[in-house]
């Protein structure tokens, strides 16, 4: 399953989130594809693979320390 996740850096918190982004735990079943850093919002954009929704919610839940971190299912178009 691919998942996006947007995250918006809480006040004052921009660079622990950059910080987070670039050492992250990735846990078993995880494969980060893409991290992005985006002018505007939000402020870092991570595509990733996961085995199941428990996985990638594993995952996304340190981000949400220093970000609004909301994840998308992402579906091919194909």
């Known amino acids: 399953m691919w998942f996006v996740m ?8 921009y660079g622990d989130l ?4 670039e050492k ?3 846990p078993e079943g995880v494969k980060i594809h893409r991290k992005l850093k985006v002018f505007g919002k939000p402020d870092v954009v991570v ?3 996961a085995r199941d929704e428990e996985v990638a919610a594993e995952f996304v839940k340190q981000f949400g ?3 609004d971190a909301r994840t998308h299912l992402a ?3 194909e």
């Open 6 to 13: 947007f995250a918006t850096a809480n006040p004052e918190q």
């Open 18 to 21: 950059l910080h987070l982004v």
């Open 24 to 26: 992250c735990k990735v």
């Open 47 to 49: 595509v990733f693979e």
């Open 65 to 67: 320390r220093v970000s």
């Open 75 to 77: 579906i091919s178009v």
